[in-house]
């Protein structure tokens, strides 16, 4: 049975300083990134054995475990990659077009509104949660989702292309609590090439999500 394993961080556990410190990235990347990889297999492992058992009174847990586990690790794979030690400013596409800066004039009213929108999401977060600019198949429009822990508020089938991890964990050691001073600092260093490519992958591939009657 396939199994999850925890991606390598694309950049040096120092590379995003001064904005995330290294101490933050190594117990970020090494221990909360990876127990969440571990408890989606040790999940699959637990569902697998209930079947084997045809004993289902745990799948209620399971199912939320798994939903947790399984999210955690998605949400922090696409993290890393959204962030680059040469990050920030505003996107434009490799080749000039400027596809993805265009999408959010349309869906915003502009970068700047888009990034009020974002920021205020994750900063708002009630305990622990996320920002995240998703692509949304249905109307083909990109959305600012809220999510809470690691799953909810979201729409079925929208496809998450740039994240702010809002946990304590996330920022804690440097910017104590404040959250705002933490999310403020983010768009230094977000990889807009890799949101770009994201979002050209989710208009290309989610195309056929919702099949016509």
Known sequence: MPTY????????YASLEPVISGEIIE???DKHHAAYVKGANDTLDQLAEARDKEQWGGINGLEKSLAFHLSGHILHSIYWSNMSGDGGGEPLDKDGTGQLADALAENFGGFDRFKAQLSKAAATTQGSGWGVLAYEPLSERLIVEQIY???????????????FDAWEHAFYLQYRNQKVDFVEAMWRVVNWQ???ARFAAAKERTSGLLLAP
């Open 5 to 12: 394993t925890l991606p390598e961080l694309p950049y040096d």
């Open 27 to 29: 117990l970020h990347h």
């Open 194 to 196: 890799d949101v770009q």
């Open 149 to 163: 822990d690691h799953q909810g508020n979201v729409g079925q089938g929208s496809v998450p292309l740039l994240v």
